[in-house]
């Protein structure tokens, strides 16, 4: 959770903005779209911008049965090769990949996280995502996990991304070269994780340890959109932020304060679309034009609006939110009014905390850095016992 009352921003950047026909009004060719110069250049308009966070939707292309005529399919890479990409060219923003936790190898999944956190310096975070498709599951060759418990599979690969994490010691790279030891093996630890859930009758195991040292921040920050797991998880500090949405954003509030009673530990984040008067053309006038394209079908609330009224919106929300994540509805149009008017206006009013290079995701949400759950019960092997006993 936040340290004090000032909140954080966070911008979604995926594609050409969260509107379906976003790509009819974005400022570059369409191949520029998968370039590595977008990615850079994007995050770094956010970075500039003020923005604290940067977060990267993943996901399969539109099915063309929803959109025949391939009018608004839009193009991606990959959200955490994106954000790895953004790592090194960043100094202050964080960078929140969304990774699938249903289909996709739950060692994979923190291996991947913790070299993300290397290469930004401290500054990565994991938005879990579940996919509920068929179409997903036959792509790895499992059965298709019932809805019933998609909740408790992202658990359980949470829970083993965390202990994975874990399984090195702070201090396991010792590189001592007189004795031409890289690593110290007793500060390597088994996981022996057991999954809770088993599909088409077979669950999976993790021994462990990580094939890559403790990340930076020991723990990444994980963050889950509210709903996928349940009130015991939540309870038990499975997620460190939860995002919340609402049809309207008069009903944030109570979304809020519900997510903040399920779990009181946890940051809590609101969604939001934005739709900006922009280019002398009033925000209801834009969303008609995009819409009359391709209708924009959201679950979040929606703002559609000017700066000014949109600043007082966020400021309100910040008033019991720790932060608040846009998704614009044209990234190149509304980053703009956002950059020039809005974020400005929220720093003037004291009510956004102040961007911190070389800072931690887990020193945006106020989060001590852990110690490792297993260097506590840490046992000499016999090698280094003899050693002690002979000095």
Request: glycine residues 10%.
């Given at each position: 959770?936040?340290?004090?009352?000032?909140?954080?921003?966070?911008?979604?950047?995926?594609?050409?903005?969260?509107?379906p026909?976003?790509?009819?009004?974005?400022?570059?060719?369409?191949?520029?779209?998968?370039?590595?110069?977008?990615?850079?250049?994007?995050?770094?308009?956010?970075?500039?911008?003020?923005?604290?966070?940067?977060?990267?939707?993943?996901?399969?292309?539109?099915?063309?049965?929803?959109?025949?005529?391939g009018?608004?399919?839009?193009?991606?890479?990959?959200?955490?090769?994106?954000?790895?990409f953004?790592g090194?060219?960043?100094?202050?923003?964080?960078?929140?990949?969304?990774?699938?936790?249903?289909?996709?190898?739950?060692?994979?999944?923190?291996?991947?996280?913790?070299?993300?956190?290397?290469?930004?310096?401290?500054?990565?975070?994991?938005?879990?995502?579940?996919?509920?498709?068929?179409?997903?599951?036959?792509?790895?060759?499992?059965?298709?996990?019932?809805?019933?418990?998609?909740?408790?599979?992202?658990?359980?690969?949470?829970?083993?991304?965390?202990?994975?994490?874990?399984?090195?010691?702070?201090?396991?790279?010792?590189?001592?070269?007189?004795?031409?030891?890289?690593?110290?093996?007793?500060?390597?630890?088994?996981?022996?994780?057991?999954?809770?859930?088993?599909?088409?009758?077979?669950?999976y195991?993790?021994?462990?340890?990580?094939?890559?040292?403790?990340?930076?921040?020991?723990?990444?920050?994980?963050?889950?959109?509210?709903?996928?797991?349940?009130?015991?998880?939540?309870?038990?500090?499975?997620v460190?932020?939860?995002?919340?949405?609402?049809?309207?954003?008069?009903?944030?509030?109570g979304?809020?304060?519900?997510?903040?009673?399920?779990?009181?530990?946890?940051?809590?984040?609101?969604?939001?679309?934005?739709?900006?008067?922009a280019?002398?053309?009033?925000?209801?006038?834009?969303?008609?034009?995009?819409?009359?394209?391709?209708?924009?079908?959201?679950?979040?609330?929606?703002?559609?609006?000017?700066?000014?009224?949109?600043?007082?919106?966020l400021?309100?929300?910040?008033?019991?939110?720790?932060?608040?994540?846009?998704?614009?509805?044209?990234?190149?149009?509304?980053?703009?009014?956002?950059?020039?008017?809005?974020?400005?206006?929220?720093?003037?009013?004291?009510?956004?905390?102040?961007?911190?290079?070389?800072s931690?995701?887990?020193?945006?949400?106020?989060?001590?850095?852990?110690?490792?759950?297993?260097?506590?019960?840490?046992?000499?092997?016999?090698a280094?016992?003899?050693?002690?006993?002979?000095?």
């Amino acid at each position: 959770m936040s340290t004090a009352a000032q909140g954080f921003l966070a911008l979604e950047l995926d594609g050409d903005g969260a509107h379906p026909a976003a790509w009819r009004k974005a400022r570059h060719t369409p191949a520029e779209l998968l370039d590595g110069t977008r990615v850079r250049a994007t995050v770094l308009a956010t970075e500039s911008a003020g923005f604290h966070v940067a977060t990267f939707a993943d996901g399969p292309l539109t099915p063309a049965s929803s959109d025949p005529g391939g009018r608004d399919i839009p193009g991606g890479l990959n959200a955490l090769q994106r954000a790895a990409f953004a790592g090194p060219v960043t100094g202050s923003i964080v960078l929140v990949p969304e990774v699938d936790t249903v289909y996709t190898e739950p060692f994979h999944i923190s291996t991947q996280l913790a070299s993300l956190d290397y290469v930004s310096g401290g500054r990565a975070g994991w938005l879990v995502a579940a996919s509920d498709r068929a179409a997903d599951a036959a792509a790895v060759g499992r059965s298709v996990v019932a809805s019933d418990a998609v909740g408790r599979e992202a658990a359980d690969s949470i829970e083993v991304s965390r202990r994975l994490w874990d399984s090195w010691e702070d201090d396991a790279v010792v590189r001592d070269v007189a004795t031409g030891r890289y690593i110290d093996v007793d500060k390597l630890h088994y996981v022996d994780f057991e999954s809770t859930v088993e599909s088409g009758g077979a669950g999976y195991s993790v021994k462990g340890p990580s094939i890559i040292p403790r990340p930076l921040q020991g723990q990444l920050p994980v963050l889950a959109p509210a709903g996928l797991l349940g009130a015991d998880q939540l309870s038990a500090g499975a997620v460190d932020a939860v995002l919340v949405s609402a049809p309207t954003p008069e009903l944030l509030a109570g979304e809020i304060a519900e997510a903040r009673a399920a779990a009181p530990a946890a940051a809590i984040i609101a969604e939001l679309d934005v739709v900006l008067d922009a280019r002398g053309q009033s925000a209801a006038g834009r969303l008609a034009e995009l819409d009359g394209h391709t209708p924009w079908q959201s679950s979040r609330a929606r703002f559609v609006g000017t700066a000014a009224e949109l600043t007082g919106l966020l400021a309100s929300i910040l008033e019991t939110a720790d932060g608040v994540r846009l998704h614009p509805a044209v990234l190149d149009v509304d980053l703009e009014e956002l950059a020039q008017l809005v974020l400005p206006a929220l720093r003037r009013r004291g009510v956004l905390a102040p961007q911190q290079t070389g800072s931690t995701f887990r020193h945006l949400l106020g989060l001590q850095r852990p110690a490792s759950r297993y260097a506590a019960v840490s046992v000499p092997s016999a090698a280094s016992a003899a050693s002690a006993a002979e000095n």
